[in-house]
């Protein structure tokens, strides 16, 4: 029996051939056919060479496993979260890789109602089933419908704003060549219809899993330029850029600056607030600051939650939370049956910005200025958890205000920083924050001072 090293905390990542092939994908399709036993599940894949091959696998697996399978054909994550939400099936299968490189693939899995499958909510046991290769039986095998979702995802889409509210406003949208593109051009075609008078300018448009452009990943500085350019050279409002799922986006202001997840949290915040005061906010403890004073200022609740998409949706299922952010650009949403979506938090700042009739940078130079933050900052370390505790000793004398919700907190007042190993690689994850009106000492002294520590 052969371990299956493509199975991680949250997904399924592999490198093609040995870690992810046709064979692998047959046997996880049917082993969460036969763990789940559900009736029916949407089935979607990405642009990237290898998807439509290893979904086909995945499908003949489920079907194998009696499992009647909706293909979804080519979408992003949310397109099969919101199937698995929306239509009357108990689960869905994206076959995805997000973001990483050209030799990869993977699969996001969830169940009934788009409840996330992870480590510890099943995914080692259809790993185990996988790994044993020894499937039970079954009287009928399933079958398969090719289904187009994408009507029923915009009109979802549409709710999230009024039509009539949204002022005139130029966009330029980059899919990065990954799934986003279909989506977008069905948005543009609604907002003719709705009359709402927004011109999309766009780049990098075509679905094309050669990535001609770079993988599509705007959380990396070099992958920023096209969309920066784009929105100078066009004078456009905002700018919009994608990963190849589209599960997650990023903001550029009118100037072509790039906007930090922080600071998009609580724009989003700001949104549902504006909206509906007392909603319930929830966010990540890396930085909190300004989501604080948002939430606030708008008269709504914020909670605290562990990051990680698991903790935030189970947060937000207990609390009845609105929305959910994490400022590593993932935002969920209540009514999207708390999973993550690219698509939603665009179209809720357009609604912010016609709702305040202020320009994307003067409503976050606002928030920057009152709650400046070193953004995350990554260190290869040989023992995370011996590294925290030399920071932790560093600080002790201090006596800051400690708060071990993910990683280590200390708070002192004027200035914070969270310090945590990640989930998902082998780094030390840094942010640091400040209270501008209290402190006056520059981000980047701060950023020096931990980053000796770290290394020396």
């Given at each position: 029996m052969?371990?299956?090293?493509?199975?991680?905390?949250?997904?399924?990542?592999?490198?093609?051939?040995?870690?992810?092939?046709?064979?692998?994908?047959?046997?996880?399709?049917?082993?969460?056919?036969?763990?789940?036993?559900?009736?029916?599940?949407?089935?979607?894949?990405?642009?990237?060479?290898?998807?439509?091959?290893?979904?086909?696998?995945?499908?003949?697996?489920?079907?194998?496993?009696?499992?009647?399978?909706?293909?979804?054909?080519?979408?992003?994550?949310e397109?099969?979260?919101?199937?698995?939400?929306?239509?009357?099936?108990?689960?869905?299968?994206?076959?995805?890789?997000?973001?990483?490189?050209?030799?990869?693939?993977?699969?996001?899995?969830?169940?009934?109602?788009?409840?996330?499958?992870?480590?510890?909510?099943?995914?080692?046991?259809?790993?185990?089933?996988?790994?044993?290769?020894?499937?039970?039986?079954?009287?009928?095998?399933?079958?398969?419908?090719?289904?187009?979702?994408?009507?029923?995802?915009?009109?979802?889409?549409?709710?999230?704003?009024?039509?009539?509210?949204i002022?005139?406003?130029?966009?330029?949208?980059?899919?990065?060549?990954?799934?986003?593109?279909h989506?977008?051009?069905?948005?543009?075609?609604?907002?003719?219809?709705?009359?709402?008078?927004?011109?999309?300018?766009?780049?990098?448009?075509?679905?094309?899993?050669?990535?001609?452009?770079?993988?599509?990943?705007?959380?990396?500085?070099?992958?920023?330029?096209?969309?920066?350019?784009?929105?100078?050279?066009?004078?456009?409002?905002?700018?919009?850029?994608?990963?190849?799922?589209?599960?997650?986006?990023?903001?550029?202001?009118?100037?072509?600056q790039?906007?930090?997840?922080?600071?998009?949290?609580?724009?989003?915040?700001?949104?549902?607030?504006?909206?509906?005061?007392?909603?319930?906010?929830?966010?990540?403890?890396?930085?909190?600051?300004?989501?604080?004073?948002?939430?606030?200022?708008?008269?709504?609740?914020?909670?605290?939650?562990?990051?990680?998409?698991a903790?935030?949706?189970?947060?937000?299922?207990?609390?009845?939370?609105?929305?959910?952010?994490?400022?590593?650009?993932?935002?969920?949403?209540?009514?999207?049956?708390?999973c993550?979506?690219g698509?939603?938090?665009?179209?809720?700042?357009?609604?912010?910005?016609?709702?305040?009739?202020?320009?994307?940078?003067?409503?976050?130079?606002?928030?920057?200025?009152?709650?400046p933050c070193?953004?995350?900052?990554n260190?290869?370390?040989?023992?995370?958890?011996?590294?925290?505790?030399?920071?932790?000793?560093?600080?002790?004398?201090?006596?800051?205000?400690?708060?071990?919700?993910?990683?280590?907190?200390?708070?002192?007042?004027?200035?914070?920083?969270n310090?945590?190993?990640?989930?998902?690689?082998?780094?030390?994850?840094?942010?640091?924050?400040?209270?501008?009106?209290?402190?006056?000492?520059?981000?980047?002294?701060?950023?020096?001072?931990?980053?000796?520590?770290?290394?020396?």
């Open positions: 052969k371990k299956l090293s493509c199975f991680k905390a949250y997904d399924i990542r592999g490198k093609l051939g040995t870690e992810l092939n046709e064979d692998i994908a047959y046997r996880i399709g049917r082993a969460y056919g036969q763990i789940y036993q559900p009736k029916t599940v949407v089935v979607g894949c990405d642009v990237r060479l290898s998807s439509e091959d290893l979904k086909q696998a995945t499908i003949r697996g489920l079907n194998d496993a009696g499992v009647d399978v909706l293909d979804l054909g080519m979408t992003g994550t397109e099969v979260y919101f199937g698995a939400f929306h239509l009357e099936v108990q689960g869905g299968i994206e076959i995805t890789a997000s973001h990483n490189p050209m030799d990869y693939n993977g699969m996001k899995l969830v169940r009934e109602d788009a409840r996330p499958i992870s480590a510890d909510t099943g995914l080692k046991d259809i790993q185990a089933l996988a790994e044993n290769n020894e499937f039970a039986e079954v009287t009928s095998k399933g079958t398969t419908k090719k289904y187009n979702i994408l009507p029923e995802f915009v009109d979802h889409l549409m709710s999230y704003i009024d039509p009539a509210k002022r005139p406003m130029k966009l330029v949208v980059n899919a990065g060549n990954g799934a986003a593109g989506v977008i051009d069905a948005i543009e075609i609604k907002f003719k219809e709705l009359n709402i008078p927004a011109e999309f300018i766009k780049i990098h448009h075509e679905a094309d899993g050669n990535f001609p452009n770079g993988i599509p990943n705007p959380i990396l500085i070099e992958n920023r330029a096209s969309t920066r350019d784009a929105v100078i050279q066009h004078s456009a409002d905002m700018g919009i850029a994608w990963d190849g799922d589209f599960d997650r986006c990023f903001l550029f202001d009118e100037k072509g790039f906007i930090e997840g922080y600071y998009i949290v609580g724009l989003l915040a700001q949104a549902f607030l504006l909206k509906q005061a007392g909603e319930k906010i929830v966010h990540d403890p890396r930085l909190v600051w300004n989501t604080f004073d948002v939430v606030e200022q708008y008269q709504g609740t914020a909670i605290q939650s562990k990051s990680g998409h903790f935030i949706k189970d947060v937000m299922r207990e609390h009845n939370a609105a929305y959910g952010g994490e400022m590593s650009a993932h935002h969920y949403f209540r009514d999207f049956a708390y993550d979506s698509m939603i938090p665009w179209l809720l700042a357009i609604a912010v910005l016609s709702e305040t009739g202020k320009s994307l940078s003067s409503l976050v130079e606002e928030m920057i200025a009152k709650f070193s953004g995350e900052i260190f290869k370390v040989a023992d995370t958890q011996a590294t925290i505790q030399k920071i932790f000793d560093h600080y002790a004398d201090q006596q800051p205000e400690i708060d071990q919700t993910d990683g280590v907190s200390l708070n002192f007042g004027a200035w914070r920083f310090v945590r190993a990640s989930n998902t690689e082998p780094l030390l994850r840094l942010n640091i924050e400040s209270r501008r009106d209290q402190n006056p000492r520059p981000m980047q002294s701060y950023v020096d001072e931990l980053t000796q520590l770290i290394q020396g």
